[in-house]
């Protein structure tokens, strides 16, 4: 097999463009993607600065690297999530990338920082990991941005990511997430703007990035991801496209194009009044405390979460997962 | 071939030469969701496999 550009040997075949390349010239596609992604969705000015919102994982990194690569200011931000072995190891994938590109990186620890962690967020407040989790890595990234006067907030979604969340969100016709389904979510009443730069790239494609770069990830899962359906949408997408590739790029790119447009009405009107929490300041959609004072749903969580006892990550694991753990562990 | 899988981690070990989308075919593994490293590089679907090879075949579905 050949690279499609300089007919050297390639080193990955992407079915989708009907063609190999090397590594090179793999590179070339991803920054290419990427560039095309921030021009056509207007994200960032050439003098921003710009918060990375990293995992450890190689989306994250990826975007990151590419960022960073074309010349943007960038500061990393990992959030310590208290989710056992998985959080200690991903932190540390976090700081070797930000030390060897010698790039700035803020650390925030749920546990030390506010006095709970995911596990017990979830147990405490009864809801599933998945939630309490992004609820809260939300509401950080928001605060740290405004707080830091970063321009704006990016995360590692790529186009796996948004046509599996495009396809749940299509199972239910729930209008109002589709019409906010978008790349570039525009700063409002005190939300920074949030660009999401690797849409255009798959995952397998932001993995192989990783690889020829040399950039080290985490590779396992984390223990919560687990019979998530999310990653059930992502197989369901994945055969698919195995029968026809590029059907997941035509089907979230498509929906950019020609659907998103006819729901733009509706995610205007859903620019509506925003209130102060009484308890951090931040801006939230007016949610109201026994006390008559308006508080945001982290704020809510996290007065749960801190009067619970920790809750140790195997309690929430699947009785599966923790049986892989288990014999991981073995060795 | 030693094959090391993740997600758990575990290795198996294959007889006799292969090409990667002969493998994964082989193993029940989406060519879309894996990536075949060996030596620390990439090997393209139509790689060839030896007997004597190590190979990792890293997942890329991220379930967050
Ligand atoms: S899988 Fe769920 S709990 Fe784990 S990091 Fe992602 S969102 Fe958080
Ligand atoms: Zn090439
Ligand atoms: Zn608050």
Known sequence: ???????????????????????????QLCRRQVEKAIHDHRMFEPTDHLLVAVSGGKDSLAVWDILHELGYRTTGLY???????????????????AARRGLPLVIESLRDDHGFDVPTAARATGRVPCSACGMSKRHIFDRVARDGGYDAVVTGHNLDDEAAVLFGNALRWDVEYLARQLPLLPARGG????????????????????????????????????????LAYKQALNLIEEESPGAKASYYLGFLERMAPLLSGLSAQQADELASCARCGSPTGAETATDGSTVCAFCRLSEKARGHEPVPVEMLMSKSARRAAAKEARG | MRV?????????????????????????????????????????????????????????????
């Open chain 2, 4 to 64: 090391l899988l993740r997600n758990p981690r575990r290795e198996i070990t294959i007889d006799g030469r292969r090409r990667v989308h002969a493998l994964l075919n082989e193993l029940g593994l989406s060519r879309e969701a894996h990536l075949v490293i060996r030596n620390g590089e990439l090997v393209p679907g139509d790689g060839e496999l030896n007997d004597d090879d190590e190979i990792e075949i890293r997942p890329v579905i991220s379930g967050g």
């Open chain 1, 79 to 97: 959030i310590a999530l208290g989710i056992g072995e998985y959080s200690h190891e991903s932190q540390t994938f976090a700081e070797d990338f």
């Open chain 1, 191 to 230: 939300f920074p703007r949030k660009a999401k730069p690797l849409v255009r790239l798959t995952e397998r494609e932001t993995a192989a990035w990783c690889i020829v770069r040399g950039i080290d990830y985490i590779v396992d899962e984390c223990p919560m991801a687990a019979g998530n359906k999310h």
């Open chain 1, 1 to 27: 097999m050949k690279c499609r550009t300089c007919r050297n040997p390639a080193i990955i075949d992407l079915p989708r463009h009907n063609a190999n390349f090397c590594a090179e010239h793999l590179q």
